[in-house]
């Protein structure tokens, strides 16, 4: 019975919202419909934009990343290179001996 008297309570209050936000409406449904549109409308534009500057972003990263990683294996064969040429060098000169 108390349930019944609460859910009765809640349908009372829920047209009476309905109705008071009809009434004290600041535009009409066209316009709201329009406003809506609008809305969702730069919404989209705004997610088309924030995601072409995250992929520019991710591409420009992984450009840098490459670079990187280009540089660190020239670093790196620069140095086997001398080792071997030392060690060349060494072992020729430990046989002059």
């Known amino acids: 019975m108390e349930d019944d008297n ?3 309570y809640f349908f009372l209050g829920l047209g009476v919202g309905v109705a008071l936000g009809v ?3 600041p535009q009409s449904g066209s316009e709201t419909r329009d406003l809506i ?3 969702t409308d730069e919404g989209r534009d705004y997610l088309r934009r924030r995601g072409q500057e995250i992929r520019d972003s991710a591409e420009e990263a992984v450009e840098r990343g490459k670079s990187a ?3 660190q294996k ?3 064969s ?3 290179d001398a080792g071997k040429s030392a060690y060349r060098e060494s ?3 430990g046989s002059d001996v």
């Open 37 to 39: 549109r609008s809305k």
């Open 74 to 76: 020239e670093q790196l």
């Open 69 to 71: 990683i280009q540089r």
């Open 6 to 8: 609460r859910l009765s």
């Open 91 to 93: 072992r020729t000169a």
């Open 23 to 25: 009434l004290f409406a």
């Open 78 to 80: 620069a140095a086997v």
